[in-house]
């Protein structure tokens, strides 16, 4: 089997308050071995990434943030997917989340998601890295991650945004199993970065779990 295509669904004239600000929305979906799984971005959230093979499919974004201008740092959010009964899946999406300090790591439930959150140290930056795992989305298992540098000039209520953001795309996913069928008004597109936002910087893309 080739590899599986990336769709982009964008529903005309549609906005929704993403992060307490209301913006147009982009819907995306992955075509799966045996389905689909549906995912909700932002329409200015940069593509780093995007791998639509299977058995592990992955989807990388970089949120702009007008404090980490001029750094290396950078708030991003990852996206795996693993074909259930997989190799991948039975090694690295069903092995622990990686502990990157000496802390325990917070674990809370969350509408069917195991979360995960710890912090890290790049260089001289404090990052918070939030990760979330669900099994049993059409034929996959989930993985996110989002990874947003603590800088001096975040705004106040930068990890509130954070957490907002975090929470409504774990809530934007779904999923499910044969061929997706078109709905009346959506548009079709290939994936890809703005021209007009110019590429990504060399941002660090989070680790996976």
Not at 20 to 46: N, P, Q, R, S
Not at 101 to 117: C, P, V
Not at 179 to 195: C, F, S
Request: proline letters at 6%.
């Amino acid at each position: 089997m080739g590899a599986m295509k990336t769709i982009a669904r964008i529903i005309a004239c549609t906005a929704w308050l993403w992060a307490g600000h209301a913006v147009a929305d982009v819907e995306m979906k992955i075509i799966t071995t045996k389905g689909y799984v549906a995912f909700t971005v932002a329409d200015h959230w940069l593509v780093l990434q995007m791998q639509t093979k299977m058995p592990v499919a992955a989807a990388v974004f970089q949120l702009q943030n007008p404090a980490d201008e001029g750094t290396p740092d950078s708030t991003n959010l990852m996206l795996l997917l693993f074909e259930l009964g997989s190799e991948k899946e039975k090694t690295v999406y069903q092995a622990p989340v990686h502990r990157y300090g000496t802390a325990l790591l917070e674990t809370e439930s969350f509408n069917d998601w195991k979360i995960y959150r710890q912090e890290a140290q790049k260089g001289k930056t404090t990052y918070s890295i939030w990760d979330a795992k669900k099994s049993g989305v059409a034929d996959v298992s989930l993985s996110v991650r989002l990874a947003w540098p603590h800088l001096p000039n975040n705004s106040a209520g930068y990890a509130e945004e954070m957490e907002r953001t975090f929470r409504a795309f774990l809530m934007s996913i779904w999923g499910g199993i044969g061929k997706y069928k078109t709905k009346p008004g959506e548009v079709t597109r290939r994936l890809t970065n703005d021209p007009q936002q110019g590429a990504p910087r060399d941002a660090p893309k989070p680790a996976r779990p």
